[in-house]
């Protein structure tokens, strides 16, 4: 069965620390694996899209490496507007779909 | 450009009535959407239309319908709602130049009774 998992579901770090989540998958064909942000009330916004093992990207305060079977994300100097649930979803499977994860729910502590 | 926008918004209905979410992008995408998330759980394939004038099957597609109805415009018809059917449905589209990403609507936020 396709899945992408998370860890941890959780964070509340404080502002300006690093935030460090990741996400873990298991599909029957990989494509690619991206990163969407989604803000209460509002639809996932894409971050980034990473192609192979080894891959990293960084986008502003946003590192990405994507490892085998999984992706770890990084958020430096975290700012409450960063508070947001984060996606990982793979673009692979059977039918070629975004498969997502459950998320982790980023909550920064001024 | 407006993007991807969804209507309604909110909407409460009693088991067993019909209603039709509708959505509409401006960005000349082929590939369309229906999403449903629920309390704890990531987005669930409801149906795609990978072209103006095909849909198919998603994960979860049983009690919905779905029109293609032209290159811009791509609804879920709900014929009997289930208080099961209760969730946040969210419409996405992508293009053929954009890698994958899925760019994403705000959301109908349905409630079934």
């Known amino acids: 069965e396709n899945q992408v998992e998370h860890s941890p579901h959780f964070l509340g770090p404080q502002q300006g620390d690093v935030a460090s989540m990741s996400c873990t998958y298991s599909v029957s064909r990989f494509n690619n694996l991206q990163w969407y942000r989604q803000n209460t009330g509002m639809g996932p916004k894409h971050l980034l899209s990473m192609y192979s093992a080894g891959y990293e990207k960084q986008k502003g305060r946003l590192n990405a490496t994507l490892l085998k079977n999984g992706s770890s994300l990084y958020i430096t100097a975290v700012q409450p507007e960063d508070s947001a649930t984060y996606f990982c979803?793979?673009?692979?499977?059977?039918?070629?779909?975004?498969?997502f994860g459950t998320g982790t729910l980023l909550a920064v502590q001024p | 450009n407006a993007g991807v926008t969804q209507t309604p918004k909110f909407q409460v209905l009693k088991t067993g009535q019909s209603m039709t979410l509708q959505c509409a992008q401006d960005?000349?995408?082929?590939?369309m959407y229906w999403y449903r998330q629920d309390p704890g759980m990531g987005l669930r394939l409801i149906y795609y239309?990978?072209?103006?004038?095909?849909?198919d099957k998603g994960e979860v597609p049983n009690g919905y319908n779905v029109s293609r109805l032209n290159k811009r415009e791509f609804s879920l018809r709900l014929e009997s709602a289930a208080p099961s059917q209760t969730s946040v449905y969210f419409c996405a589209s992508n293009g053929r130049w954009t890698g994958n990403e899925q760019f994403f609507g705000p959301g109908t936020r349905l409630t079934v009774l």
């Open positions: 979803a793979v673009y692979g499977g059977a039918t070629n779909k975004l498969i």
């Open positions: 239309s990978a072209s103006e004038g095909t849909t």
């Open positions: 960005m000349n995408h082929n590939s």
